[in-house]
Nanobody, 128 residues
């Protein structure tokens, strides 16, 4: 059974850092894709950072987070991390991780229809 368990959301001051975790089970990361999305109050959900493991680890980062957010993976724990540095108030949102479960490559990483399973979401609040 595919499961995504997300954690790490918190209240943080502007300029601070957080690391979100997405623990996966029920599938093999090497054959699929993981995306991080967020939804701010009153706004639509947007892709933040994504990785296609079958595309040689190709990544996508939204322009608003380039240079501040990074992706990493713990192969032993089957967990993908979103490291968020230099956080800004506009990063405040509910963050979701999502798994693209089809087999193959050429992921359209920032597009939601590529993803089949979603985490429960975690709140990130950036405020002084």
């Amino acid at each position: 059974q595919v499961q995504l368990v997300e954690s790490g959301g918190h209240l943080v001051q502007p300029g601070g850092s957080l690391r979100l975790s997405c623990a996966t089970s029920g599938f093999t990361l090497d054959f699929h894709a993981i995306g991080w999305f967020r939804q701010a109050p009153g706004k639509g959900r947007e892709a933040v950072a994504c990785i296609g493991f079958t595309d040689g680890g190709a990544t996508y980062f939204a322009d608003s987070v380039k240079g501040r957010f990074t992706l990493s993976r713990d192969k032993v724990k089957d967990t993908v991390y979103l490291q968020m540095n230099s956080l800004k108030p506009e990063d405040t949102a509910v963050y979701y991780c999502a798994a693209g479960l089809r087999y193959g490559s050429n992921w359209d990483l920032p597009v939601e229809y590529e993803y089949d399973r979603w985490s429960q979401g975690t709140q990130v609040t950036v405020s002084s």
